[in-house]
Antibody, heavy 120, light 107 residues
Framework: EVQLVESGGGLVQPGGSLRLSCAAS????????MTWVRQAPGKGLEWVANIKGDGSEIHYVDSLKGRFTVSRDNAKNSVYLEMNSLRADDTAVYFC?????????????WGQGTLVTVSS | DIQMTQSPTSLSASVGDRVSFTCQAS??????LNWYQQIPGKAPKLLIFDASNLETGVPSRFSGSGSGTHFTFTISSLQPEDFATYYCQQYDNLPYTFGQGTKLEIK
């Protein structure tokens, strides 16, 4: 069974930075797009960014471009989300997800999420 | 960006009921529409992809239909474990967008 384990969340001050990691296992990681989705407390889901299997294509939601950077290391079966200039409204649980093989815009497996709290 | 509007935002029902709710896209998304279930404190779970295809392992009481801008999600006979929040999500255009969710509660 696919496993995705996020880490790196925590409490950070406004203006600070954080790097989230997602370790994947039990599938051929380099063949799949990977996605980050976030969920503010008590709110709905927001698609953040995705990255192609070979890392050659990356897309972001416009509101986060320039502050967030997605990358991956296929040798380590990991995907990352670098977050800079963090604001209070970035407070959320951040999930990584494996995109579908047959429906590439679907998120067929998810990690448990990691909580990022931006507060002074 | 494509806006996804779910209706209703909350719904009360009983075990055994048949329930349906809808998702409306602000522009044509073809069949590129997925449905997820989220139980509080847990990650979302993919139930339906491409509007009407049941994800492997998902019970057949769940179904989806529609294309273009109007989509429907149905649970044929509610089970206790089905009380959760359901989200639609389009992937016809970037950025991929979710609906605001329909919370299904026990009556």
């Amino acid at each position: 069974e696919v496993q995705l384990v996020e880490s790196g969340g925590g409490l950070v001050q406004p203006g600070g930075s954080l790097r989230l990691s997602c370790a994947a296992s039990k599938f051929t990681f380099s063949r799949y797009w990977m996605t980050w989705v976030r969920q503010a407390p008590g709110k709905g889901l927001e698609w953040v960014a995705n990255i192609k299997g070979d890392g050659s294509e990356i897309h972001y939601v416009d509101s986060l471009k320039g502050r967030f950077t997605v990358s991956r290391d296929n040798a380590k079966n990991s995907v990352y989300l670098e977050m800079n200039s963090l604001r209070a409204d970035d407070t959320a649980v951040y999930f990584c997800a494996k995109n579908g093989q047959f429906a590439p815009g679907s998120f067929e497996s998810w990690g448990q999420g990691t909580l990022v709290t931006v507060s002074s | 960006d494509i806006q996804m509007t779910q209706s209703p935002t909350s719904l009360s029902a009983s075990v055994g009921d048949r329930v349906s709710f809808t998702c409306q896209a602000s522009q044509d998304v073809n069949i590129y529409l997925n449905w997820y279930q989220q139980i509080p404190g847990k990650a979302p779970k993919l139930l339906i992809f491409d509007a009407s295809n049941l994800e492997t392992g998902v019970p057949s009481r769940f179904s989806g239909s529609g294309s273009g801008t109007h989509f429907t999600f149905t649970i044929s006979s509610l089970q206790p474990e089905d009380f959760a929040t359901y989200y639609c999500q389009q992937y016809d255009n970037l950025p991929y967008t979710f609906g605001q969710g329909t919370k299904l509660e026990i009556k």
